[in-house]
């Protein structure tokens, strides 16, 4: 058998960080098992469903890095075959024609309400001839669910979760505009795609049930079901926008990297272990439904900033320094120019060790590529103030300086400093001080040194 998972997001909004996850979960499974995963948009609900969330739910999947295999599906576009299946199980006693009118269904409503109960369609129609049907009333089609026995569903998260089949009613599976319901829509879709593993959040357990009474009906082999719990906010509390960033495209533009969301998510209701930090090759080779955990996780932005961290740390210079190019090219009002790229990449081994995000790291490489004179944050004025003749002492040692490495201008700065009696803290604050533009900055002797002799001395002489 080969596998095949598939996503299937509603695009009414963003792609929510749980959908993420879950595609993730499909996604892994497929590939451990050399499968395929699939991509359907369930873009029934005309009047939510937006181009825009279609747009942003792709873009969120290539941003993860979670290709799909093929097209993607459009919900919507299959209509008529659902209808068509619907037509099919009345035609095989397996659904009926329900007559049942608004107005009768309201009535019942309140009835069961005021009685303190809640109302479950008693089968009216399930046995009556269509011949008896009022004039000008279009029906819908309902299932013939069994009535007797238990549905049972050997859930590969959940284990066996079994309803008594008399809790459940006759679902309708056709609007009386023709239209298909979300229950008949996903079991022919499923069925039509070859899906053989449903992974999907655990609010959807309960439509199991219902579904596999679907496929039964029609003789289909039911796949295998996996729902996973929901993630939770720090404080146990259901995932919402108070906690922070929902959307998938938030947490690209909060400077966390894709490799890093997938770990990140990975870990959040999986384990291995005590592995933390997982790569996509061990994810995939790891990865199964037995160590997906019963309980809600809870999303934690300390932690993904520090896997975010490392990952930072692992990436590569030159794709670093193409992500924060628009960051930098906002903060100047420019675009880098090839020479800045090249600074900027020169920088990065001593920029990435530093920062947790691709914000923070862009704010901290800015100064290297600023045009003189730098603006000064009031510490760094601070520190200039008493610093500007240190400043102006040393000038005239680096001017002469032949050897402009890091190792070569701590030497000669350390001698000088010992010379002058001043602590190399002495010097060196108000050196960074005017070289960033701050009282923080990485190693000030490996700034000079990537900044070049020409600019350093420029900048200590704008403030000396």
Not at 8 to 13: I, L, R, V, W
Not at 49 to 71: P, Q, Y
Not at 190 to 209: C, E, K, Q, S, Y
Request: glycine share 8%; charged share 30%.
């Amino acid at each position: 058998m080969t596998v095949v998972t598939r996503f299937a997001p509603s695009p009414t909004g963003y792609l929510h960080i749980g959908g993420a996850r879950t595609a993730l979960f499909n996604w892994l499974f497929a590939r451990h098992h050399q499968g395929k995963f699939l991509l359907r948009i369930e873009d029934t609900d005309r009047e939510r469903s937006t181009d825009a969330a279609i747009a942003a739910i792709l873009a969120g999947m290539k941003w993860l890095g979670l290709d799909w295999d093929g097209e993607e599906f459009y919900q919507f576009a299959r209509a008529p075959r659902h209808a068509e299946v619907a037509q099919q199980m009345v035609a095989m006693g397996k659904a009926y024609y329900c007559y049942m009118t608004p107005e009768e269904i309201e009535a019942e409503r309140a009835k069961a309400k005021a009685e303190g109960k809640m109302w479950k369609y008693d089968g009216r129609w399930r046995d009556r001839d269509p011949k008896d049907a009022p004039a000008g009333v279009k029906p819908v089609v309902r299932l013939k669910a069994p009535r007797e026995g238990e549905t049972v569903n050997k859930d590969q998260v959940q284990g066996d979760v079994v309803i008594k089949n008399e809790q459940l009613d006759d679902m309708v599976m056709l609007r009386s505009d023709g239209t298909p319901t979300y229950m008949l829509a996903v079991v022919v879709d499923d069925h039509d795609m070859g899906v053989t593993h449903i992974i999907r959040g655990d609010d959807h357990l309960t439509n199991a049930a219902r579904q596999m009474q679907i496929y039964q009906a029609m003789g289909w082999d039911v796949p295998i079901f996996a729902h996973i719990p929901l993630i939770h906010g720090p404080d146990g509390a259901k995932l919402s926008k108070r906690h922070g960033a929902l959307g998938v495209e938030e947490y690209e533009k909060m400077g966390y990297l894709p490799e890093a969301m997938r770990n990140y998510l990975l870990r959040l209701g999986w384990s291995h272990g005590d592995d933390e930090i997982i790569s996509d090759k061990q994810a995939v080779e790891w990865f199964n439904l037995e160590s997906v955990g019963q309980s809600p996780s809870r999303f934690d932005f300390t932690k993904l900033e520090s896997l975010n961290g490392h990952y930072m740390r692992e990436a590569d210079d030159a794709r670093l320094v193409k992500l924060i190019a628009p960051l930098i090219e906002v903060k100047l009002s420019r675009k880098p120019d090839d020479a800045a790229v090249a600074l900027l990449t020169r920088a990065m081994p001593g920029l990435k060790a530093r920062a947790k995000t691709l914000l923070e790291l862009a704010d901290n490489a800015a100064f290297y590529v600023m045009r003189r004179p730098l603006p000064l944050n009031d510490k760094a004025k601070k520190l200039l103030e008493e610093g500007k003749p240190v400043l102006a002492a040393l000038l005239p040692l680096l001017e002469t300086a032949s050897d402009w490495t890091a190792h070569a201008l701590e030497a000669a700065i350390k001698a000088h400093a010992e010379t002058a009696g001043l602590k190399l803290g002495k010097v060196a604050q108000p050196l960074r001080a005017a070289l960033s533009g701050s009282d923080v900055s990485p190693p000030i002797f490996e700034v000079m040194e990537i900044l070049g002799k020409e600019e350093t001395l420029g900048r200590i002489r704008d403030n000396s």
